[in-house]
């Protein structure tokens, strides 16, 4: 009975020893048929780490680099940027019963000689366009100011003389002498600017000198009429980047760090909307006001708006009108400025322009632009509609200024 048992044990001991021994087998063979398993992990080298570094960058990174592009975009103009301080005494209205006899008797002559004058003072932005000292800002920032001074980023502070102002077009350009060498900003072209391009505006808003603010272009030819200045004649670059009281004058960047336009902050009700001159337009401006001190702009002298067929036919279904109106495209003339060039030629209130020249008029700011571009004293062939028949008149273009 005890042999059986002992032979049972020696043939299961066996069993494993053989089993164990063919897993030592298949291990060793396996490693010789997928050595490549086994060995060591390459080693990365330099170029190798660099583009595993590169490919893990995302694309932002990429194109911006480390240095942020309005970094860079700033470094290149903000030196040529100034603040621009001005100061404007006033004297109080004397009240005419200070005037009065009596009174004067009572009080003294003295009395009425000693009524308080007030300083008005201002703040705006500008920048150096030309190493002479030539600086470009808005005409509001200094008109009618008695003393301008130019502070630059550097701290140096400059008597400004302005050389010229066109209120038109809310420019200006002030001379300082500060020596032939000073920074300049680079003005590029508002022509090839689009919508959805970087826009970065530079200035001292609310007295908050060397401010950058960052937003996009927003619209293009944002007309003055559409912007609530009819006073002026400008096509505006319209942007998101914030601008406010002290920005006036200041530069309106690309992402390449030249100058698209020049700030303007009009409308005090502006939420997350800013307006900015093309640069463009200002280049020839600047140009006249350095070489004449002003700029002659043609007018015809009419108020006008834009008409379409809609508008005229809810004036003309409205039973309280006063007027019926052509239901054609065409600018509706709502004023004529007495003694103006549209008042000598015979345009009347109520006319609807449709053409100039031979070439179709849809549209107030188109016209306006028609006038703005024609030369003082050009005869301009004016087609109207009047009630049911149509008038050819020529109009003279005259100077602005002399509208009043």
């Known amino acids: 009975m005890r042999f059986p048992k ?17 897993g030592v087998v298949l291990a060793v063979s396996t490693l010789q048929v997928l050595p490549s398993q086994a060995e060591p992990a390459p080693t990365i080298t330099a170029l190798d780490t660099s583009n595993l570094i590169a490919q893990r960058q995302s694309p932002a990174t990429a194109a911006i680099g480390s240095t942020s592009f309005v970094t860079a975009a700033v470094n290149r103009v903000g030196s040529a940027v100034v603040r621009i301080d001005t100061e404007r005494t006033i004297t109080r209205r004397v009240d005419p019963f200070m005037e009065d006899p009596f009174f004067r008797r009572f009080f003294g002559d003295g009395f009425s000689q000693q009524m308080p004058s007030e300083q008005l003072r201002g703040l705006g932005s500008g920048f150096i366009i030309d190493k002479s000292g030539l600086v470009l800002t808005n005409a509001h920032v200094v008109d009618k100011a008695d003393k301008v001074t130019v502070r630059l980023k550097d701290g140096r502070t400059f008597e400004g003389k302005v050389q010229g102002i066109d209120e038109v077009t809310d420019l200006a350009v002030v001379k300082i002498n500060a020596g032939n060498d000073l920074p300049v900003a680079p003005l590029g072209s508002s022509t090839n600017v689009q919508v959805g391009d970087w826009a970065i505006a530079v200035g001292n808003p609310l007295g908050f000198d060397n401010t950058v603010t960052l937003g996009i272009v927003s619209t293009l030819k944002r007309s003055s009429a559409q912007v609530g200045i009819s006073d002026k004649r400008l096509d505006f670059i319209q942007t998101d980047a914030a601008i406010n009281p002290g920005n006036s004058g200041g530069p309106l960047l690309n992402g390449q760090g030249e100058v698209i336009g020049i700030n303007t902050a009009i409308r005090p009700d502006a939420m997350g909307i800013g307006f900015a001159i093309p640069i463009d337009k200002a280049k020839a401006i600047a140009a006249q006001l350095q ?9 015809l002298g009419v108020q006008m708006l834009t008409l379409t067929p809609d508008l005229a036919k809810q004036n003309n279904t409205d039973p309280n009108s006063p007027i019926q109106i052509p239901e054609i495209n065409g600018v509706f003339v709502m004023r004529v400025v007495p003694n103006s060039p549209a008042a000598s030629a015979g345009i009347r209130r109520g006319d609807v322009i449709l053409q100039v020249d031979g070439k179709a008029i849809t549209s107030a700011e188109q016209l306006q632009n028609v006038v703005e571009d024609s030369r003082l004293g050009q005869v301009l062939q004016v087609k109207v509609q009047r009630g049911n028949k149509t008038e050819q008149l020529s109009i003279r273009t005259a100077e602005l200024q002399n509208a009043s």
């Open 6 to 22: 002992i032979s049972r044990s020696l043939r299961q001991l066996s069993t494993h020893v053989l089993a164990i021994a063919l």
């Open 291 to 299: 070489r004449d001190g002003k700029v002659a702009h043609p007018y």
